[in-house]
């Protein structure tokens, strides 16, 4: 049973960062890392302000937590300071509670009841005690190798090793089938490797989850495109099942701006994954925003992670811009009304450590010098519309025009979907209009034993859905190979609409 009157002692308190100067001179995660007992002292005080409000909207998946965890139980135990048995709560419906301890923009928390009036001293701070059961759980020994009692005979391919190929690769191998996850890159990961830069997560701790699912016999194949390194009919010889975790990794492109094809001007990914690569030991990034002027366009989290990564490589300057106003930083009841995922502005770390941001502004020319460099940006102010279509519509707002001196532009407008590769033109699966792969209610598509989860089927989306789809999927494939299964599995829509956040 929670303290009923532990908000009314306690207000939330977020976790501390490092210093702006020191954190930008390495690339180690922005948050301060407390000695255990004052962290465990604090996070027990956040967990007490869960207050057994009776429905618990955190923990549902339309508005809250896409996985089902299970919220006001792990809060509860956290107070009373059983961080074994809140461990073993939180692993019981997430795979990685350390990836999103660390990464998840927490719908939870805007579904809190605390969430519902700022008098309440805000939302129960459950990403961070999520983070803290997590990291705990690692310090004590407390996650370890579960291996399967019975081996079913059955083989399944996982195609992609992001966060949703990695939990449908481990539930499948805890329920006995024999795993072999394909990875075209060099490293594991997916974009939690090659996407995400270290300050948001060290990817030692995405090492050390690797290392489980090694000993728990999922097996790993990397640089190996599948459709092209291993053929079509290989897989479909070799596996009696074939998960596709392929993300939706095809970068959109500014194709009408004057000047795009001016040196200098960049998708994020080909700033980012250099970046990460860097990072790994691979040697200095091939595009690096030292010394340089850096325009980032698009307003959203790739934006802010070139940020960062653009402050940390020693920019001259860094813009942010976006062509939508500026969003309120209090929830608008009318637009977003409690519990859903409000429309406001989300300020990342990053944005606290240089530069600045534009709203309602869009690019309207890239000014090269005599090499064909970019040197500058032609900017406009502008009002984004919808015809009637219903398509977007960016209207210029004034006559005036802002020149910003610019070395690097980074494009960062979002991702069109499944890239169009040999594997699912091999199997016979098309792409919807979205660019993502549809799937029946059992995960299966349209090539019999062959499955879709995360971003390859959502369209760009965020960890915690890709892990809650990698769940949901390896429970459809065990039923598929045995008849039914025993693996949890999420409440999620896989077929409906999908929702935003
Ligand atoms: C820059 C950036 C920052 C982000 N930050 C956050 C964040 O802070 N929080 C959050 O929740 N979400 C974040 N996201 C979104 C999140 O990373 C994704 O939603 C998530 O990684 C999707 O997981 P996935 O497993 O579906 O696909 P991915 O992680 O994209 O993995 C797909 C993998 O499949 C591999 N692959 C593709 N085709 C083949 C093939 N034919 N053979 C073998 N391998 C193949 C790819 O190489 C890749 O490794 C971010 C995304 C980006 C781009
Ligand atoms: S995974 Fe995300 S939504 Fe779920 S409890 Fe953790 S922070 Fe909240």
């Not at 089902?68 to 939180?90: H, Y």
């Not at 996982?158 to 191998?173: D, H």
């Not at 594991?188 to 060290?202: D, Q, S």
């Not at 079509?232 to 939706?248: I, P, T």
């Amino acid at each position: 049973m929670a303290d009923p009157y532990g908000f009314l002692k306690h207000t939330r308190a977020e976790a501390k960062k490092r210093p702006v100067a020191e954190r930008v001179a390495d690339w180690n995660e922005v948050y301060l890392d407390l000695d255990q007992q004052t962290r465990d002292s604090e996070v027990r005080t956040q967990a007490t302000r869960c207050m057994d409000c009776g429905i618990p909207f955190c923990h549902s998946g339309s508005a809250g937590c896409p996985l089902g965890n299970l919220i006001p139980e792990w809060n509860d135990l956290v107070r009373r300071g059983d961080w074994e048995l809140a461990s073993e709560r939180l692993h019981a419906t997430n795979n990685f509670p350390e990836f999103t301890g660390r990464l998840c923009p927490a719908p939870c928390e805007a579904a809190c009841v605390l969430a519902i009036t700022p008098d309440a001293g805000g939302a129960v701070a459950i990403k961070r005690v999520e983070q803290t059961i997590a990291d705990v759980s690692w310090e004590q020994g407390l996650v370890r190798p579960t291996q399967a009692q019975v081996s079913s005979g059955r083989k399944v391919a996982v195609v992609g090793s992001g966060p949703a190929g990695l939990a449908a690769a481990q539930q499948l191998t805890r329920a006995g089938h024999e795993v072999t996850v394909f990875e075209r890159d060099d490293r594991l990961g997916g974009l939690l490797r090659y996407g995400i830069p270290e300050f948001k997560m060290e990817k030692k701790v995405l090492d050390r989850r690797l290392a489980q699912l090694r000993k728990e016999g999922t097996k790993f194949v990397t640089g190996c495109e599948v459709g092209v390194d291993l053929t079509v009919e290989q897989l479909r010889e070799r596996f009696d099942a074939v998960v596709l975790a392929v993300g939706a990794l095809r970068g959109r492109d500014d194709t009408t701006t004057p000047g795009r094809s001016l040196k200098g001007v960049h998708l994020a990914m080909e700033h980012l994954v250099p970046a990460n690569r860097a990072c790994e030991g691979d040697g200095p990034a091939g595009i690096d925003a030292a010394g340089k002027h850096v325009v980032i366009i698009g307003g959203g989290d790739t934006g802010a992670d070139c940020y960062g990564t653009a402050a940390r490589q020693g920019a001259a300057s860094i813009v942010q811009l976006d062509q939508y106003p500026q969003p309120p930083s209090q929830r608008d009841d009318a637009r977003s009304p409690w519990p859903v995922w409000p429309w406001v502005l989300r300020t990342y770390p990053a944005h606290e450590e240089a530069g600045e941001r534009r709203f309602a502004v869009a690019v309207e020319e890239f000014v090269g010098d005599e090499d064909g460099h970019v040197r500058q940006i032609k900017l406009r102010k502008v009002r984004v519309e919808k015809d009637a279509s219903g398509r977007r519509k960016v209207v210029p707002m004034s006559e005036e025009v802002e020149l910003l001196p610019a070395d690097l532009v980074l494009l960062a407008i979002g991702f069109e979907g499944v890239e169009h590769m040999p594997l699912l033109d091999g199997l016979g699966i098309p792409l919807t209009s979205r660019g993502t792969i549809s799937c029946g209610s059992d995960w299966q598509t349209t090539a019999p034993g062959v499955f879709v989860c995360g971003d390859a089927h959502r369209g760009a989306s965020l960890v915690v859905w890709a892990i809650a789809e990698g769940r949901s999927v390896a429970n459809a494939v065990d039923t598929y190979l045995t008849g039914s299964s025993d693996l949890p599995s999420p409440v999620i829509p896989n077929q409906l609409p999908l929702a935003v956040v």
